[in-house]
Every structure is written in structure tokens, then in C-alpha cells.
């Protein structure tokens, strides 16, 4: 089991990596991002570290990351940005859309976006499949 020190040093460590000022916010934020098994919205991290930043700076932090190749962020049809750590190089793989609670959860790696034709230049692919998760299936 991963404790949330576990998820702290990782984020200080991937910080490092990228050559940048390891602040208590940015490190905070990326731990958080670290240890959610989805995507999470601003103001669901707004509430998780209301006690480490404000909302300017977890927009900064997160536009910071997001900018940097660390955290990549996903739109949904209710128009909400979700962020999640990128936990590998290449974040060409689906998210799937739940109409019933709302949540976004990156898919399987092997979800892969379709290729495209010679002289086209891919750089970024957002696909969101849609439907229930499982819990809200039942």
C-alpha cells in the first residue's frame, strides 16, 4: 500500500527531474494529482488542499505542470478541466465520461488514438468514450 509520503517524494523527485523550484504548493498538488486513480477537477483540489494553497495559485500550479509535461488536463462535455499526473510519455490513450456520476478515468494505454495519414503531425489527442462506470451501472 502507497502512503501519502510515498506520493510526497515522488513528487519532489519528478519536480527535481524537470529542474524546478520545488514549492510547497506545486509539490502538494502533484502528490495529490500522484495519488488519485482519475483525473481531478480544480475545485475538487481546491477543497483537498485548501489549507496549502489558494485557488489563484492552484490554477497557476496547475497551468505550471500542465505546461511543463508533468500533468496533462482532459475536458468533458460539462465543460470542466480534470488534471491528472502524467505517469508516462505519451498521453495518446482514451478517458471514459460517466453520465451518472460525472467522473472522468483514464483508460487502458492500449485505448490508442486511430494513426493518421502521412504529412499529418500529431501532437495531442483527446478521445473520451461515454456511458456509466460501474457503480453507477448497477
Known amino acids: 500500500m502507497t502512503n501519502s509520503s510515498d506520493f510526497d517524494l515522488r513528487a519532489r523527485e519528478c519536480l527535481a527531474r524537470h529542474g524546478a523550484r520545488i514549492t510547497r504548493a506545486r509539490c502538494a498538488v502533484l502528490a495529490r ?58 498521453h495518446r490513450h482514451a478517458h471514459f465520461h460517466c453520465h451518472g456520476c460525472g467522473m472522468v478515468f483514464c483508460m487502458d494505454a492500449k485505448a490508442r488514438a486511430p494513426s493518421v495519414p502521412q504529412g499529418f503531425d500529431l501532437q495531442d489527442v483527446e478521445m473520451t468514450l461515454r456511458g456509466l462506470c460501474p457503480e453507477c451501472a448497477q
Not at 482519475?38 to 500550479?61: F, G, I, K, M
Open 33 to 90: 494529482l500522484f495519488a488519485s486513480a482519475r483525473p481531478l477537477s480544480h475545485h475538487e483540489l481546491e477543497q483537498q488542499l485548501a489549507e496549502v494553497c489558494d485557488r489563484v495559485t492552484l490554477y497557476r500550479v496547475l497551468n505550471w505542470l500542465v505546461d511543463q509535461g508533468v500533468a496533462h488536463k482532459v475536458s468533458s462535455e460539462d465543460r470542466v478541466w480534470r488534471f491528472s499526473a502524467e505517469n508516462h510519455t505519451d
